[in-house]
């Protein structure tokens, strides 16, 4: 059998994007009084992990497997970018998150975290790199991050990442599973919210800076597995959901500082006995959850919603769900979450991640097929 030539094979991949994957038509669905469409933009995706905006309207998106793929604004999904670092893509392992710099319209930068494979095991890293401007290839990459922790193992890597306004960046790191332990020890990277420069250095103003046998990098501890983080847009809080066992699946207010539990404070309970984790779930000095789910959803990906296309849903916190297989919307007054609204459980799609479009329309990335969907209002007619 004859092959084509290799050379032309991101040419035929192009064409096989475009006339395969192009938006199929909308469902539209109704939450009280906002009435919205739900739009596939391409399918067949590789376990998609994160979605990102670029200033001019393109659009990042990783594949766990390793491939990070730029989405043009015409729909045309682009072959893998070229220059990443090498990838253990093992279980829920591979490369995760990804996000421009604040200042992307200047210096091309982007960030993405991705498990690294030690002669020991392996851990959560993150790096930048520059964007060729042509968008096929990233250059300058420079790990930026890496765990000190390096386990054997292949869950709970954590991985969002999130800059506040200061240009600070929000890493989240999971607690490898089987060393739950450790999401306690402060000189340990496990089940930890680390907080850095833009270049890797450590801000003077983290809360464990000059502490003895303490990570300096730290800025809370005591978390699972966080895959969802979002900067609140009043506030500029970090707030952060985490997956809890066998239910306790939570949201949070993330603390400088702050102990949010677990594995010694938590909802959750043991997969197989269903006995009780740790001591209870309260305690004084535990920061506890805005919003717990029991049984679990399995959240993943979060955003705040602020754009101009749904009144009704401002200020509203967006979470999407795997194991649920649903988008959640939990209204937000106050700094609390006061009830929660939930869509498309009858799409039957692993969310994977939420985000806000430039445009104001909801986007998600989800797993069953491996789809990017959008959502927009349905426009009102008058009689």
Known sequence: MSKFPRCLAPFLFSLFSLSAWGATPSQIYSAGPVKFSVTEDLCGLDHPWSLAFLPDGTRLITERPGRLRR?????RLSPPIAGLPPVLAEGQGGLLDVIPSPGFTQDRLIFFSFTQATPRGARTAVARARLHQEGTRLEDVQIIFAQQ???????????????????RLFITLGD??????????LNSHLGKIVRIESNGQIPPDNPFVNRPQTRPEIWSYGHRNVQGAAIHPLT??????????????????VQRGGNHGWPVITYGREYVTGFKIGEGSSRPDVTPPLWV????????????????????WQG?????????????????RDNRVIREERLLEDLGRRIRDVRQGPEGKIWLLEETRGCLLHLEPVKRTTP
Do not use: C, K
């Open 293 to 312: 789910w029991t049984p679990s959803i399995a959240p993943s990906g979060m955003s705040f919603y602020t754009g101009p296309l749904f009144p009704e």
């Open 236 to 253: 500029g809080e970090l707030w952060a959901h985490e997956h809890g066992p066998q239910g306790g699946d939570e949201v949070n207010r």
């Open 71 to 75: 989405l043009d604004t015409t729909g």
């Open 176 to 185: 490898r599973y089987n060393h739950r332990d450790q999401a306690q020890n």
């Open 316 to 332: 509203s916190l967006f979470v999407g769900a795997l194991r649920g297989q649903m988008l959640v919307r939990l209204e937000v």
């Open 149 to 167: 922790d390096d386990p054997a193992g292949s869950a709970h890597w954590g991985s969002r990442l999130a800059f506040s306004s200061d240009g």
